[in-house]
């Protein structure tokens, strides 16, 4: 590389020359691997929304038949609060999701704030923890087994419309009776 550098103006000629630009790469005189690498990539997105889509329709439709506020699944730290309180979790399991959600959001969206991202990171294992039990609790109130939950943890967006949308109902009075296992009640001792 030849060229003189002197301001910031030749800086960008000198990058524009030795960038191939992205319509060179799949227009004309661009080479197959690559616009089927933009094709690959364009079907790839399309099933992330889609898988996007139903989990939110999917989510609503079963807070919603567990007695809580569907459209609290488009508020990213509410629906955490909203789908542990209508699972049956104890206030202090809700409040440690919850607490967790946030604080991952936060670091999320922080950019490069020193720490917060990295503080971010580091909720991410319990965060997951608390979700499967988060799951677990969601897959009792309506009678499902730890095989339902697994679905709920591994294919969301499956298992979420099968509760919300299919003919699941839950099987208890409300959040304070799930707190058990869900089946028949044990007699009393004589």
Do not use: H
């Amino acid at each position: 590389m030849d060229a003189q550098i002197n301001n910031y103006g030749d800086l960008m000629n000198v990058v524009k020359d030795q960038t191939p630009s992205f319509m060179s790469a799949v227009g004309a005189g661009g080479s197959a691997p690559s616009l089927i690498a933009v094709l690959l990539m364009a079907v790839f997105l399309a099933l992330i929304a889609a898988g996007a889509v139903l989990l939110l329709v999917g989510t609503w439709k079963t807070v919603k038949k567990l007695g809580g506020r569907g459209w609290s699944q488009v508020i990213p730290v509410f629906r955490d609060y909203e789908m542990a309180s209508v699972a049956g979790c104890d206030k202090a399991l809700t409040i440690a999701y919850t607490a967790c959600s946030g604080v991952f959001v936060l670091g999320q969206v922080s950019g490069n704030v020193e720490g917060l991202r990295a503080l971010g990171n580091l909720v991410s294992l319990p965060m997951f923890v608390l979700g499967i039990i988060v799951a677990r609790q969601v897959a009792r109130r309506f009678g499902k087994g730890a095989g339902f939950t697994f679905g709920l943890v591994v294919l969301p967006f499956v298992f979420y419309m099968i509760l919300g949308c299919g003919k699941a109902q839950p099987v208890d009075d409300g959040p304070a009776a799930s707190a058990g296992p869900v089946g028949p009640a044990m007699p009393a001792a004589a």
